[in-house]
């Protein structure tokens, strides 16, 4: 696994909040996708596509899962029909790793917790592990799905 220390810059995104079994998060992208198409805000490197992800659902009870579906922004968000609201990931110190491959059951994050953490001699912050995924949308091949896998760290 090859980690590189970075610092993110703060990034204002779009958010959709999913709570709940991980199998229904298809519809919580959805919401994003359509409210995305609607401001004409499509995947680029100006609007890019984020996971916040507040626990493990290999972990947690399906009713627990939560995770930010995000859009970076430049803009305010209105009053829409999606449930599409504006956060912030803050600037923040992070170990990245670059995963090429299918999102399906990846272990990159585990393998940062599990392996490189405990030996790296660094600590967590209070911002949970987040993903971007570099290059989306139904044209993307599983097997060249490029997603970077941000923990914070202090």
């Known amino acids: 696994m090859d980690v590189e220390i970075i610092n993110f810059p703060?990034?204002?995104v779009a958010v959709v909040e999913h709570h709940g079994s991980p199998l229904l998060e298809n519809e919580s992208i959805n919401k994003l996708i359509e409210w995305r198409k609607e401001n004409k805000l499509p995947p680029s490197d100006i609007h890019r596509s984020y996971g916040i992800h507040y626990n493990d659902p290999n972990v947690v009870l399906p009713a627990d899962y939560r995770v930010d579906l995000c859009v970076s922004i430049e803009h305010v968000v209105a009053e829409n029909t999606y449930d599409v609201l504006a956060?912030?990931?803050?600037?923040?110190?992070?170990?990245?790793?670059?995963?090429?491959?299918s999102r399906e059951n990846?272990?990159?994050a585990r393998?940062?917790?599990?392996?490189?953490?405990?030996n790296s001699g660094e600590k967590l912050t209070d911002f949970p592990?987040?993903?971007?995924?570099?290059?989306?949308?139904?044209?993307?091949?599983?097997?060249?799905?490029?997603?970077?896998?941000?923990?914070?760290?202090?």
């Not at 393998?111 to 405990?118: F, I």
């Not at 139904?138 to 997603?147: F, G, I, L, N």
Request: net charge positive.
């Open 111 to 118: 393998d940062l917790y599990k392996t490189w953490l405990p």
């Open 87 to 101: 956060k912030t990931i803050p600037a923040l110190r992070c170990a990245k790793v670059r995963y090429i491959g």
């Open 106 to 108: 990846m272990t990159t």
């Open 10 to 12: 703060k990034t204002k």
């Open 129 to 154: 592990i987040f993903f971007h995924y570099v290059n989306v949308g139904p044209q993307v091949k599983e097997s060249e799905m490029v997603t970077d896998v941000y923990l914070p760290i202090m």
